[in-house]
Structure formats: structure tokens, C-alpha cells
């Protein structure tokens, strides 16, 4: 399968180092199978540190997310484990992963997770009422986080 990254530079080589903890599924590389997904991610990143967009591709061996030498995590909608996930890998000090797998998918979070974490921690609303206001308002779209230099090395740019 063929998926695609949404940034202001092309990715040549793919460095975790770089990557942002607090994320939905923790400080990872994050990928689409859907074009237009990394087109909107690509020009929210151009929107907030300039350049242009670029969308760098990447071809998966689907058949590894059920092989045994990967870990993987699938969320196939949204639910409360879903969203207790993305608070726990959220709502942590840890610049390191909270969890150990080498590929989480799952559907994208909204937009406006941080508000709705300070409500749910502040008690203004409970678990489900969270995960009900984390869907994503474009509808439910899928992504991919690769965690490890493991699941990394199984990556091919194209």
C-alpha cells in the first residue's frame, strides 16, 4: 500500500528524533492512505512554519500489521479505549512513548483535543462525552503513527 506524509520539506530520510511527543499515539511518523489527509496536513504545517506543501510517499507491506515482528495497535473506530489512548499519550510529561508499540492505527483525532482534555481533566465532562467530542469534525479518517526504528526500516520512500 501506498502512504503518504503531509509536511513543508520533503522527507528524505525519516528521523523519530524529530518527531513531537503528545500526539494522538505518541512521538511517531505519521502517515495517510488518503491524499488529501496529507494535503491538509501539509498546508496546516505550511500555515504555521512556512515553505510549501509537500507530500512525501511511502510504500507499506500491509501484510506486517498482522505479522508477528511488529507490534501493532488497531483502533478500527472511534471508542473509549480509543480516546483514553490518546489522552494517556497526550496528557504525559514523557518526552518517550508511554506504550511499546511499533505501529498504532487509528482514527485522527479534531482539532481541538487540548480543550477537551482541560474539560475532562477539570471534571466539565467524562470519558465518553471526550471521546464523542475528539471525532473529527471532517469525518472519521485514518492514520498511521510508525513508532520504532523498527517499524521505520519497514518503510520504503518512493
Known sequence: MILYHGSNIEIETIDLSKSKPNKDFGKAFYLSEEMQQ????AAFTVDRFGGKPI????????????????????YDGYSREWAE????????????????????????ANDKVGRQMF??????IDIDEFMRRLHYM???TFQYAFCTELAISKLKKI
Open 38 to 41: 496529507a494535503k491538509e496536513m
Open 138 to 140: 471532517k469525518g472519521i
Open 119 to 124: 474539560n475532562l481533566r477539570e471534571g466539565y
Open 55 to 74: 507530500i512525501t510517499s511511502f510504500e507499506f507491506d500491509k501484510s506486517l500489521l498482522s505479522d508477528r515482528q511488529l507490534k501493532v495497535k488497531t
Open 85 to 108: 489512548f490518546i489522552f494517556s499519550n497526550r496528557d504525559t510529561d514523557s518526552a518517550v512513548n508511554i506504550h511499546n508499540y511499533d505501529i498504532v492505527y487509528g482514527p485522527i
